[in-house]
C-alpha cells in the first residue's frame, strides 16, 4: 500500500502545478484536515477539505508558470513524507499582495496519513521566507 499512497500523495502535490482540483475528492477523506504551519495568510491553519481547496484555487489565481517537484518520499505505515521544490511566477493577487511579476522557489515537506485508502490528514511545513524573499518582499 505504500507505493499506492506515495503516488497519490505526489499526484496531491503535483495539484499546486496543473490546477485540477476536481480530481482531488478522489483521494482525499471528506473529514481531510490540513494542518500549514507557516500558514499563507500568516500564522499557523488547519484547514478542511474545502478551505485547502480553496487556497489551492486562490494560488492559481496569484502565480502562473508553476512547478512543483518532488525531491524525496519516505513511507512508513499508513504515512507518507514528501520533500518537494515549489517554483511559480507572482502574476495576479494572492492574500492580498498584488502581483510582482517575479519568479519565486521554495521549499517544504508534507507528512500525509492514509486511513482506509484515502488521505485524511496532511502537515505541512514550508519556507515562507523564501517564497517572500523570492517575490522581493523581504530581504
Known amino acids: 500500500m505504500s507505493a ?6 505526489k499526484h496531491l502535490l503535483e495539484l499546486w502545478g496543473d490546477n485540477a482540483l ?12 490540513n494542518h500549514q504551519m507557516p500558514d499563507a495568510a500568516g500564522g499557523t491553519s488547519t484547514k478542511s477539505r474545502e478551505a485547502w481547496k480553496a487556497l489551492v484555487a486562490d494560488f ?6 508553476v512547478k512543483m517537484e518532488v525531491l524525496l518520499q519516505v513511507a512508513e505505515g499508513d504515512y507518507v513524507c514528501s520533500r518537494w521544490r515549489l517554483t511559480a511566477r507572482h502574476t495576479g493577487t494572492f492574500k492580498g499582495l498584488s502581483g510582482t511579476g517575479k519568479t519565486s522557489s521554495w521549499t517544504g515537506t508534507h507528512t500525509d496519513r492514509y486511513e482506509g485508502g484515502k488521505l485524511v490528514e496532511s502537515w505541512v511545513d514550508w519556507d515562507k521566507y523564501s517564497f517572500l524573499e523570492g517575490l522581493g518582499l523581504v530581504s
Do not use: I, P, Q
Not at 499506492?4 to 500523495?9: E, F, G, I, V, Y
Not at 476536481?22 to 484536515?33: G, K, T
Open 4 to 9: 499506492d499512497h506515495k503516488a497519490t500523495s
Open 60 to 65: 492559481h489565481h496569484g502565480f502562473s508558470d
Open 22 to 33: 476536481h480530481r482531488s475528492d478522489d483521494y482525499l477523506a471528506a473529514d481531510y484536515v
